[in-house]
């Protein structure tokens, strides 16, 4: 089974930007879709953007026009580009296929003055 380690979480402030790398431990060539998840304190993990093989990318409401997900499967590698960050986007930042498999720890992501 595939497993993930993602990378680049921190500390920002409001309106500020950051990168997420997520490494697979195998090819994720042959994997339809990849999404990046989210779980914020107190609340359900949810999905935050997915994008298939083919490129095409789909992003929660409360993300769409900030965040950007896209992936390189020669490293097999996703990643998440934030922008403009929020304090509602703290959470902790896994990635995992669609649908889930197992959960790697997460990044942690804060967004704070």
């Known amino acids: 089974q595939v497993q993930f380690v993602e990378s680049g979480g921190g500390l920002v402030q409001p309106g500020g930007s950051l990168r997420l790398s997520c490494a697979a431990s195998r090819s994720i060539f042959s994997i339809t879709v990849m999404g990046w998840y989210r779980q914020a304190p107190g609340k359900q993990r949810e999905l935050v953007a997915r994008?298939?093989?083919?490129?095409?990318?789909n992003y929660a409401d409360s993300v769409k026009g900030r965040f950007t997900i896209s992936r390189d499967n020669s490293r097999n590698t996703v990643y998440l580009q934030m922008n403009n960050l929020k304090p509602e986007d703290t959470a902790v930042y896994y990635c995992n296929t669609d649908p889930v498999g197992a959960w790697g720890q997460g990044t942690q992501v804060t967004v704070s003055s």
């Open positions: 994008i298939f093989s083919g490129g095409i990318t």
